[in-house]
Nanobody, 123 residues
């Protein structure tokens, strides 16, 4: 069983930055995917950024088009953490951000979610 705990949300003004952190307990390998999704009121949950792999040649990183160039995902395999550095925040980045992990065991994928952390961007 995997548990994910987020921290680092808050309220900021447009153009400012925030860093979200997620710590996992349980068995997660570097080949498993960890990342972040978000959900704004009245919308579906959407991918923000995910990362898997431990070496330069095996690392796979995905960003939503809306955050490319502004957000960076960091992962520490030993500590089992995944962070999201969010720069140049915009009003439309306001949402609840969820830490995510997909753990594959014996070919079966299991998805895990954190409880969510609120990010509010407003002037």
């Amino acid at each position: 069983q995997v548990q994910l705990v987020e921290s680092g949300g808050g309220s900021v003004q447009p153009g400012e930055h925030l860093r979200l952190s997620c710590a996992a307990t349980g068995s997660i390998r570097s080949t498993d995917t960890m990342g972040w999704y978000r959900q704004a009121p009245g919308t579906e949950r959407e991918l923000v950024a995910t990362r898997s792999g431990a070496t330069r040649s095996t690392t796979n990183i995905t960003y939503a088009d809306s955050v490319k160039g502004r957000f960076t995902i960091h992962r520490d395999h030993a500590a089992k953490t995944v962070d999201l550095q969010m720069n140049s925040l915009k009003n439309e980045d306001t949402a609840v951000y969820y830490c995510y992990a997909r753990v594959v065991v014996h070919g079966e994928a299991n998805d895990y979610w954190g409880q969510g952390t609120q990010v509010t961007v407003s002037a």
